[in-house]
């Protein structure tokens, strides 16, 4: 049944947002990485990872991973385990993903295709991250540091490698009205999402 109400929101661009026991998540989200190249700046900065942080992910303070640096997130651990050739079901990523705690994304199932996936999009990013052809990471800036808000895997992969870090400001996508929207939703139960009601202010400040 919640398979058919997703594809009938994707279809009508209909997004309902809906609270879980893990945090807000959301049936369409309407803001992708399709849409971060009209937010972002021209001008690249080069960032060491030791200054990048993970952005708003909608969870609730157990389980977000808001404000937590690249090295010391499930993203990088990820890389590693392709790197390494471990088993990924038993990477916090993949863990993350199955129960819905790593994003906006409902739960999902995990499987063999999933990770046959995962090992073809790690070769094709380390071939770019090495060339250093691949896309900037779009960062928001917000009380004084740069939080990722599309390029999480690249970053990571960078930080794998012992590479600074290509990135663009997309600030100003931090205020879109549906981020907003979540943050209203937020506001109601705000024991719950104390750390991202922080980053929300914090930006409001700027």
């Known amino acids: 049944m919640k398979r058919h109400i997703f594809k009938f929101c994707k279809k009508f661009d209909i997004s309902l947002l809906?609270?879980?026991?893990?945090?807000?998540?959301?049936?369409?989200?309407?803001?992708?990485?399709?849409?971060?190249?009209?937010?972002?700046s021209s001008k690249i900065e080069v960032i060491s990872p030791d200054d990048l942080y993970i952005g708003f992910d909608g969870l609730h303070d157990k389980y977000t991973l808001l404000g937590n640096n690249i090295?010391?997130?499930?993203?990088?651990?990820?890389?590693?385990?392709?790197?390494?050739?471990?088993?990924?079901?038993?990477?916090?990523?993949?863990?993350?993903?199955?129960?819905?705690?790593?994003?906006?994304?409902?739960?999902?199932?995990?499987?063999?295709y999933t990770f046959l996936f995962f090992e073809k999009k790690f070769e094709e990013k380390l071939d770019l991250v090495k060339n250093?052809?691949?896309?900037?990471?779009?960062?928001?800036?917000?009380?004084?540091k740069y939080y990722i808000?599309?390029?999480?895997?690249?970053?990571?992969?960078c930080a794998l490698t012992g590479k600074d870090v290509r990135c663009v400001d997309a600030t100003h996508i931090a205020y879109d009205s549906f981020i907003w929207w979540v943050y209203k939703k937020?506001?109601?139960h705000k024991t719950s999402y104390s750390k991202h009601i922080t980053y929300f202010e914090s930006l409001i400040s700027e």
């Open 132 to 144: 250093e052809s691949y896309h900037p990471i779009k960062l928001i800036k917000a009380d004084g």
């Open 71 to 112: 090295y010391n997130s499930p993203h990088f651990e990820l890389m590693q385990f392709l790197q390494n050739g471990k088993e990924l079901g038993k990477s916090k990523y993949v863990e993350r993903m199955a129960n819905g705690t790593l994003d906006f994304r409902p739960a999902s199932a995990v499987g063999k």
């Open 186 to 188: 937020m506001l109601k």
């Open 18 to 40: 809906y609270q879980t026991k893990v945090g807000i998540k959301c049936t369409n989200q309407l803001i992708d990485s399709s849409l971060f190249p009209w937010f972002a």
């Open 149 to 157: 808000a599309d390029g999480k895997h690249t970053a990571s992969l």
